[in-house]
């Protein structure tokens, strides 16, 4: 296996928001047409304003796209909020802040979704209409909701903790909803994969709920699979995961504590330059800082080449 | 009955779009609280990107907010188009044009209807959030969609044929669909009113789908009702009626032909002043071109006037 694009390995990657989705923008770069499957968290979706939001395959699809803001993690870069403003201004919920390009995504797929089509489905039509070319799957048509439970015992849906308790509350425990079922293509793009990539994304809220699905992890256990840090020199590009990490294991965040997360799954481990550390698999050091398609684009080279060397 | 404020009659104005939500504005000028109620045609609903529209609520709603454009028959004054021109940059449907701000208007009312508000409830709703105070009242609660049949035997929903195909097609016959059943609320308030005023709107796509329900007519038989005509000096103020009477009566349009399409329920007639007529009721000649508030104001004054002058 190695990264020529003449004899490509078939890469799965396993992805939440914005790290992840930086990392598939590196991938989609160095692979060719057909390599390269996108399987996309869906524990993150809920109901807002009655259309059905799907934050992190928007999130993978904008990027692919290149619509995605360089530093906002969510949204359309320039988009409008003229709607937004009018939920202000009839005292309708405004918390969750959808732009106005953004909204026509959510219409689309809510029709779609009311039309009889599955999220698979949906989410290919969306994809064609932004000229993404990707297949970019989510992880199960069936709601799968993930849930944090606080300290004070609270259950809270999750875009409710992360954005209108703009993840204040401690985290006591993470639960998944719904039916475990992965999506048939999910399961045949894992199968025939040569490569998974679990990119660096939240292992709790965003890998985890890809995990927490019947039959995912003995299809990683048997495949080549290689995980990108999303703690770099102890703490997180994005989001709220240094705190959950300290909440959820009473420990400070490490790369060594995502490897260890996932280490029944892991063949490599790819961590930002001086954050290696020893373990039972090889471990890479390279640049996890990809703000920009250049070094998304390295990284998605130096990891397909560690990969490549792995066997 | 008068139209001193003291001892105002009980109004229900029955309303279609712009003309009769201009008439609806001076009614609601003029008229204590309590005494005015209005009725809206609900035959040109439809759902658009998977959202309900109801376009003559809205454009009544709209007119008594203050929100009405004062020259455009339709949507919020200085409304933007960012999500609409999005549907447009995607190839999705963009015939129905859909200001940012009046579409906060179709997701909520869609997302009260899908939590099992009756369109009653979820146009009561609407009102509240911009403080629109009058009752507006749906005709129906269940769907009652108006048909076009065209000369070349094709059926359109209206708003394909007023909108999309810019009312081009020739008319032979228009159609009301679905159960004929009034809201309790229409029938009770016709009951109990002391005048009811046909607004100057389209007798064949905005009155008669009013007009087309089951008990109706046998209360305006009774009731002393009043029509304003919307033909002035022989041709409508805004939208296809003047075809319309010409394609489906084979008559050119004029104040009298109106008349003649209602006179089983008038007890008097307010036409454009020089478009008098000689009737077996009364007719009162008054300014009908209403764009402006004073307009509005004078007209309804007018109107009341004379509706008390009648007994």
Redesign the interface.
């Known amino acids: 296996m190695n990264a020529d694009h003449s004899n490509a390995p078939r890469v799965v990657a396993l992805a939440g928001g914005v790290g992840g989705a930086r990392l598939v923008d590196g991938l989609d770069s160095v692979l060719p047409k057909d390599a390269l499957t996108i399987v996309v968290n869906t524990g993150d979706d809920f109901v807002h304003?009655?259309?059905h939001i799907s934050p992190d395959l928007d999130t993978v699809m904008y990027t692919l796209a290149g619509l995605a803001p360089e530093e906002r993690g969510w949204g359309i870069e320039g988009d409008?909020f003229?709607?937004l403003?009018?939920?202000e201004?009839?005292?309708?919920d405004a918390w969750f802040r959808l732009g106005?390009?953004d909204?026509?995504t959510h219409?689309?797929r809510?029709?779609a979704l009311?039309g009889g089509d599955s999220l698979t489905k949906a989410t290919a039509k969306l994809c064609g209409?932004?000229e993404v070319m990707r297949p970019i799957l989510p992880m199960s048509d069936s709601p799968r909701p993930t849930t944090i439970v606080t300290r004070s015992g609270d259950e809270m849906a999750f875009q409710d903790w992360l954005v209108r308790a703009r993840a204040a509350p401690e985290v006591q425990r993470v639960e998944h909803g719904g039916p475990d079922r992965p999506t048939g293509q999910v399961i045949e793009a894992l199968r025939s994969a040569d490569l998974v990539v679990i990119c660096p994304s939240n292992p709790y809220v965003s890998i985890g709920p890809i995990l927490s699905l019947e039959g995912i992890r003995p299809i990683l256990r048997e495949k080549p699979t290689v995980a990108v840090s999303p703690i770099l020199a102890g703490r997180a590009v994005k989001g709220p995961l240094s705190s959950m990490i300290a909440q959820l294991e009473g420990k400070p965040a490490s790369a060594e504590q995502i490897a260890t997360h996932y280490q029944d799954l892991l063949d490599g481990f790819v961590v930002h330059t001086g954050d290696a550390f020893s373990a039972t698999f090889p471990v890479l050091e390279s640049n996890i800082l990809i703000q920009t398609r250049e070094d998304r684009v390295v990284l998605a080279r130096a990891l397909l080449d560690f990969a490549g060397s792995l066997r």
């Open positions: 304003w009655g259309l409008t003229h709607v403003a009018e939920a201004r009839r005292g309708a106005d390009r909204l026509m219409l689309l809510s029709r009311a209409g932004l």
